[in-house]
């Protein structure tokens, strides 16, 4: 009998708690956000989607040692390498990725292709608006990922906010990064100068 009220008790508890988060949802104020005109900002080391990089003078970086698709855990990486001839250099080593390809559906964003690159030749970005009606769109080939990502979808919206160049970054930083970019950066200066001040003290 005791077992049945202790149930019975626990039911209407935890049943009222969640009637209260409900209703306080409810009385509480609405927060609209105007997607897609305003991207909700999110943090610099986000990972979203990859990007292949090229050196200064062009080659690509990427050399199809295929060690990205040895780390990734969701096997959606595909690189089949081929040797650079002098008639045709691709990269700056003896051989390049003629096929690159990238299963986004089966991606779990974990960063270990960006982690086992030892020439930086893959990164993830910010870019995260994936979403495609078609599971075929969702494999992306080598020239997709060489390219910059797409600033508008097929129907002409905004894909993404619009970037400006970093001197202090590899790739471009989204504008709405730049408030949490600055407070980071004045958060890392004042605990740089924080030794010293002590140091002052102690004199």
Known sequence: MSNNF?????????????????????????ITEQYPEYKHPVMPRFRGRHKLHR??????????????AAACPADCIRVVAAEN??????????????????????????????????FDAITLGNDWELADLNRDQMIYTKNMLLADPPTKDNYGM?????????PDLDSSLPVWLEETVSRERAERSSTDLAPTKRQGRGK
């Open 6 to 30: 202790t149930g019975v008790f626990r039911g209407t508890k935890n049943t009222g708690v969640g009637l209260a988060t409900t209703l306080r949802a409810f009385l509480g104020r609405n």
């Open 85 to 118: 001839t002098d008639d045709n250099r691709v990269s700056a080593g003896e051989r390049f990725a003629q096929v690159y390809e990238i299963n986004m559906s089966r991606c779990i964003f974990c960063g270990y292709c960006e982690m086992a690159c030892p």
């Open 55 to 68: 050196h200064a003078n062009g080659l690509e970086k990427c050399v199809g040692c295929s060690l990205c």
């Open 158 to 166: 905004n894909r993404r906010a619009v970037t400006r160049p970093e």
